[in-house]
């Protein structure tokens, strides 16, 4: 999500296997050149995220479908932004198991909400076994039912 500051936000958003929230992060960044890079920075902080809980399998989720097929079909050739394709590519590979999935931005609701909070709050806030208030309803719509 880009600002009228030059800055854009990212949010990620850490689930387990029942799909209950572990953690969470939103983060200012400094406005990057596109919305693909942005994405791909995205599912960059999304992977370190991962690597720094100490998980050992991930399904990484994300709304950009450029960036989650070229992701799935290790395809940096299609990025200006190889670097931080291997990047992200290093830290998923440091997985016992993983997979990319899209969804449509619909989908990531909890994601999206945590990134335009970042617009309003410091730098990086980390969120572990919890979400704030304000989130809380977006979590809930996108819980399975039993």
Known sequence: MFTDKGEAS???VICNYAGKII???????????????????????AAIFVHELGLHESILEGDSETVI??????DMFQF?????????????NSLRSYCFSHTY???NSI??????????SSDLTVWMEHVPPDIKSFVLADMPFP
Not at 25 to 45: D, N, V
Not at 69 to 74: I, R, T, V, Y
Not at 111 to 120: G, I, L, M, N, V
């Open 23 to 45: 953690a969470a992060l939103s983060k200012k960044i400094p406005q990057p050149p596109s919305i693909t890079c942005l994405e791909l920075l995205a599912a960059r902080r």
């Open 111 to 120: 994601a999206d909400t945590s990134a335009k909070k970042a617009r309003f």
């Open 69 to 74: 097929k070229s992701l799935q079909k290790g």
């Open 80 to 92: 200006a932004y190889g670097h931080l394709f291997k990047d992200t590519m290093f830290y998923v």
């Open 10 to 12: 990212l949010g990620v």
């Open 105 to 107: 931005r619909k989908g």
